[in-house]
């Protein structure tokens, strides 16, 4: 009896384990591998940003430097002039992503909480630019800015890089806004709040989570694009960064080291604004996209 007592307990104990999900294993099996994929590129881009050409052409290209060679940043910075392509490219994206957001929001708020005539269809005009590829759009742009007088000018890539971005980020905000319980709303008009003081006092607190994940995705698109900017920045004192990587790479394609380095300092702002504002990025995309 008492044998048979212990082997019942026992399979009740072998019962209560958690079974393994094989599903999850194999998920996260599949994860790993898409991680490696991602970085190895990245890997290798960061090592050979260290390596001299010598050691480029004799080593493995995922062996890290031996003896690293730090003048690569020095050296490309000097040759690439990315002293003015940085600075072209951080007044053109310190101005247009705060100055866009600003914009996208207040369209949002206006309308999701204030009814006008037309106001569906002022949404539905604005979401339709979402549609629309800006590179068929590269032709009548530049006829339209050079009309302006505008080529070679902070504004002529500005107002181009607004009127492509605003449309998506309404979209976004628009749902979110509208998730907002209206009580919060017609409890600051009862107490005599305007929609301006109802907008920055209650609505952009709530928002956010959203807007900084609108920020990462506005930032990296401006400080990476570079169709728009090869058209309308003829100029090479106007280059913004991606010009600038693009001449150096044509110009010293066979210098790995250096070119990779360039490319490091070309993609390190983006990586640090995507770290300072990552754990927004999910929940705020989340956020505005399902509801409403």
């Not at 094989?22 to 090592?47: C, E, K, R, S, T």
């Not at 957001?101 to 569906?120: D, Q, V």
């Not at 090479?236 to 150096?248: C, D, E, I, Q, V």
């Not at 640090?272 to 989340?286: A, C, D, E, N, P």
Request: aromatic letters at 14%.
């Amino acid at each position: 009896m008492m044998a048979a007592s212990l082997a019942v307990m026992s399979e009740d104990a072998t019962d209560r384990r958690p079974q393994r999900d094989w599903v999850l294993v194999g998920l996260w099996i599949a994860l790993v591998v898409v991680a490696i994929v991602w970085i190895a590129p990245f890997v290798f881009i960061v090592f050979t940003s260290f390596k001299s050409t010598a050691q480029v052409m004799s080593t493995s290209a995922f062996a890290p430097p031996l003896s690293p060679r730090f003048a690569n940043f020095s050296d490309a910075w000097a040759r690439g002039r990315f002293g003015t392509t940085v600075f072209n490219s951080a007044i053109i994206t310190l101005i247009k992503v705060p100055l866009g957001l600003f914009i996208s929001s207040m369209a949002a708020y206006a309308l999701a909480r204030i009814s006008f005539p037309g106001a569906k269809l002022l949404l539905l005009a604005i979401l339709f630019g979402t549609m629309i590829p800006f590179q068929v759009m590269l032709a009548p742009l530049f006829t339209l800015v050079n009309s302006f007088g505008l080529i070679d000018t902070y504004p002529g890539v500005i107002l181009p890089y607004l009127a492509f971005g605003v449309p998506y980020q309404v979209f976004i905000l628009h749902g979110f806004f509208r998730g907002i319980p209206v009580e919060l709303s017609e409890a600051a008009r009862i107490d005599g709040a305007s929609h301006f003081v109802i907008f920055t006092r209650i609505f952009l607190p709530l928002s956010l989570p959203v807007l900084a994940a609108l920020l990462i995705i506005d930032f990296v698109a401006t400080w990476n694009e570079f169709a728009m900017a090869l058209v309308l920045l003829q100029d090479r004192n106007m280059w913004t960064l991606p010009l600038g990587l693009s001449a150096f790479q044509g110009q010293f394609s066979r210098d790995y080291g250096q070119l990779n380095a360039a490319i490091v300092m070309t993609v390190l702002p983006a990586t640090i604004v995507y770290l300072i504002f990552q754990r927004y990025f999910v929940s705020g995309l989340t956020s505005g996209a399902v509801k409403g």
